[in-house]
């Protein structure tokens, strides 16, 4: 159908189970018009409407909306003006499939309505409105925003400070977020062929061909910048043939001592390259501050020797 033009009546197009494409569709709501297009059906029902123009011209006291969807399968509009009086929502939802409306311009005559949309009962999937204006009004799309979905288009938006844009509103604003600082790593390392006694308590570092070193101050390595501590990663390397036995090794990150250690890393030295790490660490760290990985080797049935080890330290 093409061009339809309709004035008066309380319904003046009602379409009842069935299914239509229509190519221009204009309807003055006059006084005594309650509802200008009636779309009712069932899920094999499809209506798409081409430029539907709804006007209320005379501001009538009657209109209850310009378009009830009822139990349609899929209804698809593009373009037009829908235009309300009677502080009347445009569209009323009475259940259904889809409804999609695609750069729809919105306006009342008198008092605006509450919302453009009155969601009586939810269609299957969201409503869908793409690039939608409000002309002289400013009203929420729907008395239920869960069951629509806009896709605005706002221009100039930013977010302040450090924070990022993480998505879009319903509404069509950006959506701000904090933007955590970046983190960084520290590679600490020592590349000597160490030589681990049973019992012993080592450190590695900045120094990296300390054999056997036993003193953190000859390790450590200062921090850049203030931060918290989140993860370490160890690993050790031995040649083939230098592997120990199982037993488990404890690595931990201290802190300007020795002894002031976070974390717990353990694993065994019984391969060519074992690793580990401790991803629960939540230790803040100033600039300035030293670190330092501390290594405590347990009695070995069979020691290690050779032992190059690597460590990598998160700071956000």
Not at 54 to 73: K, L, Q, W, Y
Not at 139 to 157: F, H, S
Not at 159 to 180: E, F, L, M, Q, R
Not at 187 to 213: E, Q, R
């Amino acid at each position: 159908m093409m061009d339809i033009a309709l004035t008066g009546a309380h319904f003046p197009f009602y379409m009842d189970t069935s299914s239509a494409t229509i190519h221009g569709l204009w309807i003055e709501l006059a006084e005594g018009t309650e509802i200008g297009a009636v779309l009712k059906g069932t899920s094999n029902g499809t209506a798409v409407i081409n430029h539907p123009v709804f006007s209320t011209e005379t501001n009538p006291s009657t209109v209850r909306h310009d378009i009830a969807s009822i139990g349609m399968g899929s209804v698809v509009l593009t373009g037009g003006v829908l235009e309300t009086a009677n502080s009347a929502p445009h569209i009323g939802i009475y259940g259904g499939g889809s409804f999609i409306h695609t750069g729809g311009n919105y306006s009342a005559a008198g008092t605006p309505p509450a919302s453009i949309f009155k969601i009586v009962s939810p269609t299957t999937n969201p409503i869908q409105l793409i690039s939608p204006i409000q002309q002289w009004i400013d009203v929420p799309w729907a008395d239920n925003m869960a069951a629509i979905q806009t896709g605005v288009v706002k221009t100039n938006q930013n977010c302040t400070g450090n924070d990022k844009v993480s998505g879009i509103s319903s509404t069509g604003a950006v959506v701000c977020t904090a933007n955590p600082s970046m983190g960084y790593t520290l590679t600490l390392s020592n590349l000597a062929a160490n030589a681990p006694a049973n019992g012993a308590t080592y450190y590695l570092g900045g120094d990296v061909f300390d054999y056997n070193n036993g003193n953190f101050d000859a390790a450590k390595v200062e921090i850049p910048k203030t931060g918290t501590i989140k993860q370490i990663q160890i690993r050790q390397n031995v040649p083939s043939g230098n592997t120990g036995s199982a037993e488990n090794v404890t690595h931990k990150v201290c802190i300007n001592s020795g002894t002031a250690c976070f974390g717990s890393v353990s694993f065994a030295y019984n391969g060519v390259s074992t690793s580990g790490n401790d991803v629960t660490l939540n230790q803040p760290v100033v600039a300035g501050d030293t670190i330092a990985i501390r290594v405590d080797t347990p009695t070995w049935t069979t020691r290690p020797l050779n032992v190059r080890w690597y460590a990598v330290v998160y700071i956000e």
